[in-house]
């Protein structure tokens, strides 16, 4: 097909002078598929039921105050105070059945109302949804990680406190311990913590607390866990182990010399794969009651000659070996074990995901219940961008060795710029409400794919 020059080129030569008027408009025409998602869920009820032990603001409820923060991470933004640039969106006033949004004062108000009950019950209510969809897809596994991460502030807020900061030395923290589930890249649970504490501070507990509620919701379900060393301990190992948990811990070689005299004495190394080879033995240590399988990896890694550089000579790379101890109850070889515990790296994609797009590492308020639910409230915007395309999506990878996803999804961040960030209008012509949007063939199939995937369940 031709196509003529005048087809493509225009000119403009006058620089246009903006004008604003109010008009039924949306820059946001794309979050008609979570208004979608949030009634397949009975999102706002369930909000609202979250706080009902509290007194009714007599304007905004703490529901739906605690929604409009779960949607204003979806669409991007981070600060509090950024409402206020899409405060006459009418497309976010209709999915929080709202004529106007409240200003920053009245959410800082109604949010240091909150108390630890009303954060215990939004997390029970994203524990519920994670694990309904779990038990809809019918996992035959599910496998917890368990890491934490720094919040920082330069500024005070309660339950802060000053640990060790890489980033942001002397700054009071947060160090919240996250349980995802690899298989839906979701966030199951949240402990909270002040950031002047170990990362096997109040572990135990926490994933004691995540397996019985799976296993409540899923009894049947064969569950797997990879800690690394920070979290390793005999009661943490005996615990997963007598609730027939299959695990891998990393083996912290600070804590147990034996580690290091059974490896300088090794003289046999059976190969494993390349440039890796292992050994294993039944062992515990003196103070231990269980034996468990230890498996002993090393690795040849390539080094740099340190000192002067000389150019005009070649000069050969010299090799070392890198070691590293698992211990583990699962039955399988070598090989699978270590790409089992290996594949544990996947949390560090989501837990960045969470900072970079869902406001993970920003603490806006001064009340702790209050941050706490605004973490929550993130962490709602990454599990429901993983839900909508859940619903959308059927499995497209089978379990792997190392536990990788079984959808290959899309970041929030993607599907914000591909479809929720649409302008749009508002129209009633003949009194019917109607959303238009620019007829763009991709962005027209995507949404009305999404759209009728979840119009099947309202």
């Known amino acids: 097909m031709n196509i003529s020059i005048k087809s493509i080129f225009r000119k403009s030569k006058k620089i246009l002078r903006p004008e604003f008027e109010d008009q039924r408009l949306t820059s946001y025409a794309g979050l008609i598929l979570f208004e979608a998602l949030f009634k397949c869920i009975g999102l706002k009820n369930k909000f609202l039921s979250c706080f009902k032990h509290l007194a009714i603001s007599p304007a905004y409820r703490h529901g739906t105050i605690m929604l409009l923060l779960t949607i204003h991470l979806i669409l991007g933004y981070r600060r509090v105070r950024d409402i206020s640039y899409y405060q006459d969106d009418e497309m976010v006033k209709r999915v929080l059945e709202l004529k106007q949004l409240p200003n920053i004062s009245t959410i800082s108000r109604i949010m240091k109302t909150c108390d630890e009950k009303c954060v215990n019950n939004v997390r029970e209510f994203s524990r519920n949804i994670v694990l309904d969809r779990c038990s809809t897809e019918k996992l035959n596994r599910i496998t917890i ?5 720094v919040q920082s502030t330069r500024r005070y807020a309660e339950g802060t406190a000053v640990g060790y900061n890489k980033k942001r030395k002397g700054s009071r923290s947060y160090y919240p311990l996250l349980c995802t589930i690899s298989q839906t890249e979701q966030v199951l649970d949240v402990y909270h913590r002040p950031g002047n504490v170990h990362d096997s ?59 290091k005299n059974m490896i300088e004495e090794r003289k046999r190394w059976r190969q494993l794969n390349g440039d890796i080879s292992f050994f294993e033995i039944d062992w515990k240590p003196k103070s231990w009651s269980t034996d468990f399988r230890f498996i002993f990896i090393r690795k040849i890694t390539k080094c740099h000659n340190k000192g002067v550089v000389q150019l005009d000579l070649f000069e050969p790379y010299h090799y ?33 995901e969470l900072k970079s797009h869902c406001g993970l590492d920003y603490i806006p308020f001064r009340s702790k219940s209050a941050n706490q639910l605004y973490l929550l409230s993130g962490i709602m915007a990454h599990n429901l961008s993983r839900e909508l395309q859940m619903r959308a999506y059927d499995k497209e990878k089978n379990t792997t060795e190392k536990r990788s996803s079984l959808w290959i999804f899309k970041e929030l961040n993607t599907i914000r710029k591909n479809i929720i960030q649409r302008a749009g209008r508002l129209t009633r012509p003949q009194g019917k409400l109607k959303l238009t949007m620019s007829a763009n063939e991709k962005v027209q199939g995507e949404i009305l794919h999404f759209y009728d995937m979840l119009a099947v369940n309202l």
């Open 320 to 352: 070392e070996y890198e070691y590293q101890v698992i211990v583990t109850n699962k039955k399988i070889s070598p090989k699978k074990i270590l790409n089992f515990h290996c594949g544990r790296g996947s949390q560090e994609g989501i837990i960045g």
């Open 145 to 149: 990680d368990f890491d934490g991460t």
């Open 201 to 259: 501070n109040g572990a135990k507990e926490f994933i004691a607390n995540c397996v019985d509620k799976i296993r409540i919701k899923m009894p049947d379900v064969i569950i797997e866990s990879r800690l690394d060393s920070a979290f390793f301990s005999e009661e943490i190992v005996d615990r997963l182990n007598e609730n027939n948990i299959e695990f891998t811990a990393s083996v912290p070689f600070a804590r147990f010399s034996e580690l």
